[in-house]
């Protein structure tokens, strides 16, 4: 599967950002879906997964209550709401996808995905 990840940007601390994945190749519904982020200089880090049926959901604790990951198997696209943005956010954000058979599994370890998307520059300004 190839991913494609858009919607960055320059946005104001307090501003909102929705970031899509696109799937093309195969069929997203196969996949648990994940976005995560890097900082130059720093290790990719894990910020919010959802299962293949679309209603199990994990995020890292930086961003709960904040970001909202949701999928629509029917266009193969994954996305991420990001609200009430800090200057922390800024990173380069990119999505991933992994098969699994059950659908109600949700993954945060960066070694649990097999595919990865190009990532998307989000820069929140102070």
């Known amino acids: 599967v190839q991913l494609q990840a858009s919607g960055g940007g320059l946005v104001q601390a307090g501003g909102s950002l929705r970031l899509s994945c696109a799937a093309s190749?195969?069929?997203?519904?196969?996949?648990?879906m994940g976005w995560f982020r890097q900082v130059p200089g720093k290790e990719r880090e894990f910020v919010a997964t959802?299962?293949?049926?679309?209603?199990?959901?994990d995020y890292d604790d930086s961003v709960r209550g904040r970001f909202i990951i949701s999928r629509d198997n029917a266009k193969n696209n994954v996305y991420l709401q990001m609200n009430s943005l800090r200057p922390e956010d800024t990173a380069v954000y990119s999505c991933?996808?992994?098969?699994?058979?059950?659908?109600?599994?949700?993954?945060?370890?960066?070694?649990?995905?097999?595919?990865w998307g190009q990532g998307t520059q989000v820069t929140v300004s102070s």
């Open positions: 959802v299962g293949r049926n679309g209603i199990n959901k």
């Open positions: 190749g195969r069929a997203l519904r196969d996949y648990v």
């Open positions: 991933a996808a992994a098969w699994r058979s059950h659908s109600n599994v949700v993954l945060k370890e960066i070694g649990s995905y097999n595919y």
